[in-house]
């Protein structure tokens, strides 16, 4: 993808990101993470029913990097199973980690292939995934 393109992409989450705001509702289990070396303070929110992401929602105070990747997050994940959704949070810390990954898992989640090359927003890109992770590791 054109590296335009993928900065036009990551843009437009940050600034419109889908699924932000946390709901009411005691079927979300919620994990708050932080990331010290930055203003990255964000909680994600998911509700898993019989072993499906039913939905995934995030909010809080952070960079362009971590609340454009939650945002593409919550839409990647949104609907998936935890096995597929385990696949693509794998992947996508493989891609961020510069290890080998299968790209066709990761859909819009691959305008984030080059965010290696800035060691310093690895955290930021991994903050959403490592969130969401917690969650569905504890279902």
Do not use: H
């Amino acid at each position: 993808m054109d590296v335009k393109l993928k900065r036009d992409a990551i843009l437009d989450n940050y600034q419109n990101p889908a699924n932000r705001g946390l709901p009411d509702d005691k079927d979300y289990r919620q994990v708050n993470s932080r990331n010290e070396s930055c203003v990255d303070n964000i909680t994600v929110a998911a509700k898993i029913v019989d072993g499906k992401v039913e939905d995934v929602k995030f909010d809080g105070d952070a960079c362009a990097i971590c609340t454009s990747a939650s945002s593409v997050m919550t839409k990647e994940l949104k609907g998936k199973t935890k096995e597929e959704a385990e696949v693509i949070i794998d992947n996508f810390e493989r891609m961020i980690n510069e290890l080998p990954y299968d790209e066709d898992v990761l859909g819009e989640l691959n305008i984030y292939n080059e965010v290696y090359k800035q060691p310093s927003r690895k955290k930021c890109a991994l903050l959403p995934m490592n969130s969401i992770k917690q969650i569905i590791e504890s279902k």
